[in-house]
């Protein structure tokens, strides 16, 4: 069955204190892992994409990294506005539409 | 550019009710979606489509009925609204084997 694990479910961060939350996954053949900001009230907003190990994507402080099992959100040196609850999914090959399948995110909280 | 405009925004129905959410995408995208989002649970697949008159079920459908008479705009119905269908609905849309983009959602509870 496919799955995503999202790993902590919540983290409080000074700021400027860097971090890394975790989602692994597994999947009949991964298409593409996303990663999505979600602020209360809000949306899910698209932060990257990433298809294959090794791949590595940046968004100012935001660095997404992807392994054949996990991929990894590095946050460096947070800031207060970078609270939000981040959202990884992913897309298996044996789908034949744009399926996506959700972990359950990672509360992120950065105080000053 | 409004992107994916969901409708209403909130709304309390009791059990029984029937009501149709809105969501309409000013982005030409060709697929829609609908999910929801409880708590611990993570976004759900309830119905999607992958063009203007076609629909398919996606991981928890029952109970919901969905159409895409236009190609900007698809609908989701309660036809008999329960309490466990409580929840904050999702409408997002996508090119084909782009991101999804995601309105900010209708909150909806059933008494």
């Known amino acids: 069955e496919d799955q995503v694990t999202q790993s902590p479910e919540a983290l409080r961060l000074q700021e400027g204190e860097s971090s890394s939350l975790n989602c692994s996954y597994t999947v009949s053949g991964l298409r593409g892992l996303f990663w999505y900001r979600q602020d209360p009230g809000k949306g899910p907003e698209f932060l990257f994409t990433?298809?294959?190990a090794g791949e590595e994507k940046e968004k100012e402080r935001l660095k997404a990294t992807l392994t054949k099992k996990e991929s990894f959100l590095h946050i460096t040196a947070p800031k207060p506005e970078d609270s939000a609850t981040y959202l990884c999914a992913v897309q298996a090959a044996t789908y034949n539409t744009d399926k996506l399948i959700f972990g359950t995110g990672t509360r992120l909280q950065v105080f000053p | 550019n409004a992107g994916v405009t969901q409708t209403p925004k909130f709304r309390v129905l009791k059990t029984g009710q029937s009501m149709t959410l809105l969501c309409a995408q000013d982005?030409?995208?060709?697929?829609m979606y609908w999910y929801r989002q409880d708590p611990g649970m993570g976004l759900r697949l309830i119905h999607y489509?992958?063009?203007?008159?076609?629909?398919a079920k996606g991981e928890v459908p029952d109970g919901y009925n969905v159409s895409r008479l236009k190609k900007q705009n698809f609908l989701l119905g309660l036809e008999s609204a329960a309490p466990s269908q409580t929840s904050v609905y999702f409408c997002?849309?996508?090119?084909?084997?782009?991101?999804?983009?995601f309105g900010d959602g209708t909150r909806l509870s059933i008494l």
């Open positions: 489509s992958v063009g203007e008159g076609t629909t």
């Open positions: 997002a849309s996508s090119y084909r084997g782009q991101p999804q983009h």
């Open positions: 982005m030409n995208h060709e697929y």
């Open positions: 990433l298809y294959s």
